[in-house]
């Protein structure tokens, strides 16, 4: 029973030690994404994204200096671009626009390095778990002569279903049964940080290690660049 009780006084000990070191934190910032794709023999296609994200995290004291802070974050990603042509006084043009949104759980290593009062530097890595729950493609595109537009039209692909929906929003056809992307993927990557007081800015760089594409024979990846601000509690 003495055992039994000197075990239970030392967990509830750690626990608080625990909680007395721990830390939360919120902050947001700016992504750039590159993503790269290869289908067969042909040479690799890459698009850049940009994109915002936004979120928290619970930073756990292990022993002085080394945490572990599990997190989730909010992230979106988004590219725009206008395709256009003209001979003579006919013309065409179509204007592209992508948007993904996300949940993101990150699980980082992190050390801290205390440079003066209240002026740390520390560096993190770690494997970052994401769900997707809405990748589309939506297709602006209008043709005419001089300045009478001929027809026009908007059409949304839907990259986890691979369904192409048309101007009333009705289904015209399948592109891939299956989709064409995968909602989940998992990053692995670090970065490094300064915290003066509360606040801290944040540098990082994360590597997709699963296959995005859904399409055959074909790999999708991306590697990405993150820079925010945060601020502890």
């Known amino acids: 029973m003495k055992k039994l009780f000197a075990i239970v006084l030392s967990a509830a000990a750690l626990l608080v030690g625990t909680r007395a070191n721990a830390q939360l934190s919120f902050g947001a910032g700016w992504l750039n994404s ?12 890459k698009t850049n994204l940009n994109g915002l994200y936004i979120g928290g995290q619970y930073n756990l004291n ?8 599990p997190g989730l974050y909010f992230s979106t990603l988004f590219a725009d671009r206008n395709n256009g042509n003209a001979i003579y006084s006919t013309f065409s043009n179509e204007r592209t626009r992508y948007r993904e949104f996300a949940f993101n759980v990150p699980v980082n290593l992190n050390y801290t390095f ?5 002026f740390n530097l520390f ?4 494997p970052v778990f994401q769900i997707a729950f809405s990748s589309t493609g939506s297709y602006e595109a209008s043709a005419g002569v001089g300045s009478v537009y001929q027809s026009t039209g908007k059409y949304t692909l839907n990259y986890f279903n691979g369904k192409l929906y048309g101007p009333d929003n009705k289904e015209v056809a399948t592109l891939n049964e299956g989709g064409i992307s995968n909602p989940f993927n998992i990053y692995l990557g670090g970065g490094v940080g300064i915290q003066a007081g509360d606040l801290q800015v944040i540098i990082g760089y994360d590597h997709s290690m699963l296959n995005f594409s859904k399409l055959k024979d074909t790999v999708t990846s991306r590697s990405q660049i993150k820079v925010g601000i945060g601020f502890s509690f």
Request: proline fraction near 3%.
């Open 34 to 45: 590159t993503e790269t794709s290869k289908s067969g023999n042909t040479d690799p296609d």
């Open 62 to 69: 292990v022993v002085a200096g080394l945490g572990v802070a």
């Open 114 to 118: 205390e440079l003066g009062r209240d």
């Open 123 to 126: 560096v993190y890595a770690g």
